[in-house]
């Protein structure tokens, strides 16, 4: 049986970068998934923030940055909207096949090992190891380590196979579904562009991220607990959009986001969590792949740690609990609150504000600035006196 230092389950965003990271560190690293070709088929909108980019240190490439992006148009239920100009690129709707593809072979360069088509089905905790039982191509295949990272996905069952609780709410699991659209005709390429409203999208919102002039993804993010699909509510919209309804669909995308629900605690013994699995995503706006890899740089870095110290208890690794939830989940809980006082709006209100609210305003609710963006809804809704009673308790 062959043994290495960690075995990642995944080789997404999260998975990828923790075997880069590793495989620098000189940990001897096994990233598997199992489907038959890294980052294909994509489960995602693509979008991603130069900030993000940055705070990884990736340059934005060719190979993968398909539109470059420099604004947003948020549009109220009237179609009313509210735009939003940087002026200069913010961000690129990404080719995600090609940039997971490049974030293996950079993985790979430095020396872990990467095995597509490989199922981690079981796991056994024996002597202080982890004996993973895979189907690889077929063949049933077993690996050893005294460390795993879960990078599984919102679906993982490797955290839960070796006794982790990760389960989420139905209230913070959004379920998605996206058409990649050709010969369609919208507003700006170098826009993204928001729809919202109870008939569009019940507790979310609906998107088009221009993939060139005339092709884009357009999806749906709804919460889980809607009675209607994701699926139900996208097609009566291309149906009832000009732009769109003589569109070509050329792929089509499903998945689950978690947007809350996030984990007190992120790593067990023999285990980290990282990414969808430990359910890292931004609770307003669904986007996960920066915060997956920054979670999974901060876990390596624990792990390397570990490895060097032959410490693989729960009390040790949550050490990337604690780094983790100090860079980016305290944030992200405020966001999660942010979202709560979102989900108070009717479409009235939404009406209303579409008529008077400003790009900054948005991207005060962005930042998860609770109190001055409750205050703004409050002002802004000034002749909803019902409203701006709900709005005072985010003011406490
Ligand atoms: C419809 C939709 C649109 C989205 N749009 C955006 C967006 O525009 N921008 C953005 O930043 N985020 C977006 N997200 C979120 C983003 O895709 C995720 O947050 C991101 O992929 C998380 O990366 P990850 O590596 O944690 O998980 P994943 O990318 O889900 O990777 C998990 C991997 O684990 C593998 N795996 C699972 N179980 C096993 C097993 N037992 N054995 C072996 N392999 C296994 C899977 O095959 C998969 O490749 C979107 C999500 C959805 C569903």
Redesign the pocket.
């Known amino acids: 049986m062959q043994e290495f230092d960690v075995i990642i389950?995944?080789?997404?965003?999260?998975?990828?970068?923790a075997a880069k990271v590793l495989a620098e560190g000189k940990a001897k690293v096994l990233c598997?998934?199992?489907?038959q070709e890294?980052?294909v088929p994509?489960?995602?909108?693509?979008?991603?923030?130069l900030s993000?980019m940055e705070r990884l240190g990736l340059k934005p490439d060719n190979k993968w940055c398909l539109q470059s992006i420099n604004g947003a148009a948020l549009y109220a239920p009237s179609m009313k909207s509210v735009k939003i100009d940087f002026k200069k690129v913010s961000g690129y709707?990404i080719e995600?096949r090609v940039f997971?593809k490049e974030l293996a072979k950079e993985a790979a360069s430095k020396g872990a090992m990467i095995r597509t088509k490989?199922?981690?089905?079981d796991f056994e905790r024996k002597g202080g190891k982890v004996i993973v039982s895979?189907a690889e191509q077929g063949e049933n295949v077993k690996y050893a380590t005294p460390l795993i990272i879960a990078?599984?996905?919102?679906?993982?069952?490797?955290a839960r196979k070796l006794g982790f609780d990760t389960k989420i709410g139905l209230n913070d699991i959004?379920s998605?579904?996206?058409y990649e659209m050709a010969n369609i005709s919208f507003e700006n390429p170098h826009f993204i562009h928001f729809f919202f409203g109870k008939e569009i999208a019940p507790r979310g919102y609906l998107?088009l991220?221009p993939k060139g002039k005339n092709c884009a993804?357009v999806?749906?993010?709804i919460a889980g607990s809607e009675p209607k699909t994701a699926k139900e509510y996208l097609d009566k919209f291309v149906k009832a959009h000009p732009g769109l309804r003589n569109g070509s669909i050329i792929e089509v995308?499903?998945?689950?986001?978690?947007v809350g629900g996030f984990l007190d605690e992120l790593a067990a013994d023999n285990l980290l969590v990282?990414?969808?699995?430990?359910h890292?995503?931004?609770p307003i706006?669904?986007?996960?792949?920066?915060?997956?890899?920054e979670?999974?740089t901060i876990a390596s870095g624990i792990a390397l740690k570990a490895i060097a110290e032959k410490n693989f208890g729960s009390k040790f690794l949550n050490q990337y609990t604690v780094q983790w939830y100090e860079t980016r989940g305290n944030k992200l809980k405020r966001i999660l609150k942010q979202r709560h006082m979102l989900e108070e709006l009717n479409d009235n209100n939404f009406e209303t504000l579409a008529k008077s609210i400003s790009g900054s305003d948005i991207m005060l609710i962005a930042e998860g600035d609770l109190k001055s963006s409750a205050k703004m809804v409050i002002k802004k809704l000034v002749k909803h006196p019902k409203l701006a009673k709900v709005m005072l308790k985010y003011l406490k």
């Not at 598997?32 to 489907?35: A, E, G, L, V």
């Not at 994509?42 to 923030?49: A, D, N, P």
């Not at 990282?274 to 430990?278: H, S």
């Not at 706006?285 to 890899?293: F, L, R, S, V």
Request: proline share 3%.
């Open positions: 389950i995944g080789a997404g965003p999260a998975g990828l970068r598997i998934d199992k489907k890294i980052g994509k489960r995602c909108g693509e979008g991603f923030g993000w709707i995600r997971e490989c199922h981690a089905s895979c990078a599984d996905g919102t679906e993982s069952l490797t959004d998605g579904y996206q998107w991220f993804n999806g749906i993010g995308n499903a998945g689950t986001i978690p990282v990414g969808d699995a430990a890292q995503v931004n706006h669904g986007g996960g792949i920066g915060i997956a890899m979670a999974a």
